[in-house]
C-alpha cells in the first residue's frame, strides 16, 4: 500500500498549513499542477482539520500526515483521514504501534544503525532525513550498496536544483520537498504560483535505472 502511495507522484510536498482554509485551495493547486499526493506536518493546530478537509473535499488528492512521532498522533491523524503517515524517526513503540495499523507508514532515518532498526521491524520504504545534513546523495548511495531491499525518500533540503542527484538513485522512489508550497505562496494565498511550480517540478524530473 505504501510502495503505491509513494508511486503516485515522484515529488511529495510537504506542507506546514497554519489556516485550515489555506488546505483545500493548496491541494487543488498541487493537483492542477501534475501532483497528486500531499503531506500535511502536524506542526500546527490547523493540521488535523487541514488534513480532514483535503481528504473530504479533494477528489483525486491523496492526503498524508508528518511529523508523527507516537502512536497518539499517528491515530489522530488516521481518523482524521490521512492516507500515509510519515515520521521524522522511529521508535520500538511507534514501530509496534504502526505494525498494528491499516494505515501506510514511512518512517524516518539518518543513520545505518537506524536503518538496521527499521528493517529488523519490517519496514522496506524510509524517509531519508535530514537529507542534506546526513549526507545527501551520496549517503543514499552508501546506503543502497548495504542494503538493497531498502527504497529511501530523502526530505530536508531537497529541492528544485539538487532533486535530479537523488533521482539518479534508482533506489530512491520520491523526493519530499517543501519549496513548492513556500510560506510566502500560502501567505498571499498565490495559489497559481503554487500550480506553477508544482507542473514545474514535474516536467524537470529526470529518474535514472542505475
Not at 505504501?2 to 488546505?23: C, F, G, Q, R, W
Not at 487543488?28 to 493540521?47: H, N, P, Y
Not at 524510509?126 to 542494503?147: M, V, Y
Request: charge should be positive.
Amino acid at each position: 500500500m505504501l510502495e503505491n502511495i509513494l508511486k503516485i507522484s515522484p515529488i511529495v510536498p510537504v506542507v506546514t498549513i497554519k489556516k485550515v482554509e489555506d488546505a483545500v485551495p493548496i491541494a487543488k493547486a498541487l493537483l492542477a499542477g501534475g501532483i497528486g499526493v500531499i503531506e500535511i506536518t502536524l506542526r500546527t493546530d490547523a493540521a488535523l482539520k487541514a488534513i480532514a478537509d483535503v481528504s473530504k473535499n479533494v477528489s483525486g488528492m491523496t492526503v498524508g500526515a508528518g511529523t508523527i512521532s507516537n502512536p497518539e498522533q499517528f491515530k489522530q491523524a488516521t481518523d482524521a483521514g490521512a492516507k500515509f503517515i510519515v515520521s521524522p524517526g522511529l521508535t520500538t513503540k511507534l514501530a509496534q504501534f504502526a505494525q498494528t495499523q491499516k494505515t501506510a507508514f514511512l518512517p524516518g532515518v539518518a543513520t545505518i544503525s537506524e536503518i538496521m532498526h527499521a528493517r529488523e521491524n519490517g519496514f522496506s520504504y524510509l524517509k531519508f532525513f535530514p537529507a542534506s545534513l546526513a549526507g545527501g546523495a551520496p549517503a543514499i548511495k552508501q546506503f543502497t550498496s548495504l542494503f538493497s531491499d531498502i527504497q529511501f525518500c530523502p526530505t530536508g533540503g531537497v529541492n528544485l536544483e539538487n532533486m535530479n542527484e537523488y533521482f539518479s538513485i534508482s533506489k530512491v522512489v520520491c523526493i519530499g520537498g517543501s519549496w513548492i508550497t513556500p510560506d510566502s505562496l500560502i501567505g498571499t494565498k498565490n495559489w497559481s504560483e503554487i500550480e506553477r511550480l508544482s507542473a514545474e517540478a514535474i516536467s524537470k524530473v529526470k529518474r535514472s535505472s542505475i
